[in-house]
C-alpha cells in the first residue's frame, strides 16, 4: 500500500511517501490512522487530532469508513488552503 | 476546459485572449487572480511555499470545472495555479468562465473559486516576518463560501 503525507503531516512524520504492508485486520482509511499512529513519536503526533486530517483514496476524498486494499494509493494530509 | 498546475507565472492577457479567440458566441469573460498578499492573520509575510498532491490536484480541479460547465452555460473556462516559492504580490491562481451572456460568467467564476478553495488538495506554507514558517489555516468562511453552491 502506497501512503502519502502532505503539509504539517509530511513533516511530522519525517517522510511525505512509504510503501507499508498493514496487518489483514486494517480494513478501512481510519483503521489504517489508529495502526499509523503507533508506529512511533511522529506519527502518534501527527494523528493525534484525527478530526483535522483529511483522507484520500485513489486520489478522492473519503473519510474513516472508506474501505482500504493492498494496492490503493491512500493519502492524509490538512484541510486544504490554495487559491 | 482547461487546466494547468504549474510552478511558472501566467500572462493573464495572453491567456484571457487565448481562451475566448475565434468563438464569436461568447458575450461575457468573467476571471478572478488570487496574488500572494504581505499580510495573514495579524503577521507580514515575506514569502510562501504551496504544496500540492500530483495527480488528484489535477484531477479535482478538472472535475471542479466539469461542475461548472453542468450548472451554467459555459462556452470557455481556465484554471491555472501555481505551486513553489511564491513571494508578495505574485500570482498564485487563475480561474475564468466565458458564456454569450455576463450572469452565468460571473456565477461560474465565483463558484470556480469557491470550490478550488476548499477541494483543490494545495497547501500554503507562510514564512513570516519574524522568522517562523507557518502552515496556513483553512478558514471556516472559505467552507461557507463553497457550502452556497451544493
Request: glycine fraction near 10%; include cysteine.
Amino acid at each position: 500500500m502506497k501512503i502519502l503525507y502532505f503539509a504539517w503531516l509530511r513533516q511530522k512524520i519525517g517522510t511525505g511517501e512509504e510503501q507499508i504492508d498493514p496487518p489483514e485486520s486494517v480494513a478501512t482509511a481510519g483503521q489504517l490512522i489508529d495502526w499509523l499512529a503507533t508506529r512511533g513519536p511522529g506519527y502518534a503526533t501527527a494523528f493525534k487530532d484525527a478530526r483535522a486530517v483529511k483522507i484520500a483514496v485513489n486520489q478522492t476524498f473519503g473519510d474513516r469508513e472508506t474501505p482500504i486494499a493492498a494496492n490503493d494509493e491512500v493519502a492524509f494530509f490538512p484541510p486544504v488552503t490554495g487559491g | 476546459m482547461t487546466v494547468r498546475v504549474q510552478s511558472e507565472d501566467f500572462d493573464l492577457g495572453h491567456e484571457l485572449d487565448a481562451l475566448t479567440r475565434g468563438n464569436t458566441s461568447i458575450g461575457g469573460l468573467c476571471s478572478f487572480v488570487g496574488l500572494v498578499r504581505d499580510m495573514n492573520d495579524g503577521s507580514g509575510v515575506g514569502g510562501m511555499v504551496l504544496e500540492h498532491y500530483p495527480g488528484m490536484t489535477e484531477k479535482m480541479l478538472e472535475e471542479i470545472e466539469a461542475q461548472a460547465h453542468e450548472r451554467w452555460p459555459l462556452q470557455a473556462s481556465l484554471i491555472i495555479h501555481r505551486y513553489g516559492a511564491l513571494q508578495p504580490g505574485d500570482r498564485i491562481v487563475l480561474v475564468a468562465a466565458a458564456s454569450p451572456h455576463r450572469d452565468a460568467a460571473f456565477q461560474a467564476c465565483n463558484f470556480l473559486i469557491d470550490w478550488l478553495k476548499t477541494k483543490a488538495p494545495f497547501w500554503k506554507a507562510e514564512q513570516l516576518d519574524s522568522g517562523e514558517t507557518r502552515w496556513v489555516e483553512a478558514r471556516e468562511g472559505d467552507e461557507k463560501a463553497a457550502s452556497k453552491w451544493q
